[in-house]
């Protein structure tokens, strides 16, 4: 495995945990953080062991409380620019990782890391996780996608209401906005992902990786449907399939490579 400045990560059980270690500043996202964070992706989806990833932060106060404030000093309109292309295309290599990611949210998930928990496929919260986009009260708007997946997740009306007010929500109110998937305990948030992946694990990995292209396609105008189409019809060119019909005409439990 590689090792990281910014990270701590391992696998085990064919789970590869990120941990983002910079709990003394509350796990903020600078920009080496967020390059590595692309890396660990990379690496755990070149590795055939892993089947699904879990994103966290490091201590019991933070996933992420956004983007390392003190990299904005002095920055010009197109370095702006830059650095929120840079975050972007990280944050999509997450969305489209045809492995499962599942953000295990610890605490504060502010700005740019409520950003990053909106970029992971799943979002399990501990009972003492907050989320919101505060970049308004620093003369900012987010830019690692948050301006689109909010939106996307609570609705165009709650969406904007957190953007504006720069308004921070538990996780209750997390959960009751469709948010997050489940809440549980802090010292029971590790289980709770693992248990999980491991529901996944058991099934197709190629199904799976096709569920999350097809579903990354929705944008609401219908296109979609054709993505749909062409996942659906690549599955029968899978070697999955046949394992997967096999088993359920046999009576039997599926065994996926
Ligand atoms: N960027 C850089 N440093 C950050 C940070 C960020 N986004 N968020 C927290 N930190 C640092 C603090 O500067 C502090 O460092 P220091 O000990 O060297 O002074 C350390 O993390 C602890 O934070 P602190 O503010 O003392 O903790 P708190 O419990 O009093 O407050 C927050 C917690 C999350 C409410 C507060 O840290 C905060 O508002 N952070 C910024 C959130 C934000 O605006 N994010 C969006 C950025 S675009």
Redesign the pocket.
């Known amino acids: 495995m590689k090792t990281y400045e910014n990270l701590k990560t391992s696998i085990e059980n064919n789970i590869y945990t990120i941990t983002i270690n910079r709990p003394?500043?509350?796990n903020?996202l600078n920009r080496s953080t967020v390059q590595e964070i692309g890396e660990a992706i990379k690496e755990a989806n070149a590795d055939n062991s892993v089947a699904g990833i879990i994103l966290t932060g490091e201590g019991p106060?933070?996933f992420a409380?956004?983007?390392?404030?003190?990299e904005?000093t002095g920055l010009t309109k197109e370095q702006g620019m830059a650095m929120a292309k840079a975050g972007q295309d990280v944050f999509f290599s997450i969305e489209n990782s045809s492995k499962p990611v599942i953000a295990a949210v610890n605490g504060?998930a502010?700005?740019?890391?409520c950003e990053l928990a909106m970029a992971c496929h799943l979002r399990i919260a501990s009972e003492n996780a907050k989320f919101g986009q505060?970049?308004v009260?620093?003369g900012?708007i987010p830019g690692y996608g948050g301006t689109q997946r909010l939106i996307k997740y609570v609705g165009r009306s709650k969406g904007l209401e957190l953007m504006m007010t720069a308004g921070m929500i538990n996780a209750q109110q997390a959960l009751e906005l469709g948010l997050v998937n489940y809440i549980v305990s802090l010292e029971g948030l590790h289980a709770k992902c693992v248990e999980i992946l491991n529901e996944i694990k058991t099934k197709s990995p190629f199904a799976i990786g096709a569920v999350i292209r097809a579903a990354n396609a929705y944008d609401g105008t219908g296109k979609g449907f054709e993505a749909e189409l062409a996942e659906f019809g690549k599955c029968f060119a899978s070697e999955e399939i046949k394992e997967g019909i096999s088993a359920f005409l046999e009576k039997r439990k599926p065994n996926f490579k």
Not at 65 to 70: Q, R, S, V
């Open positions: 003394d500043k509350l903020a106060k933070a409380a956004g983007a390392d404030i003190k904005f504060f502010l700005g740019g890391g505060p970049e009260n620093l900012l």
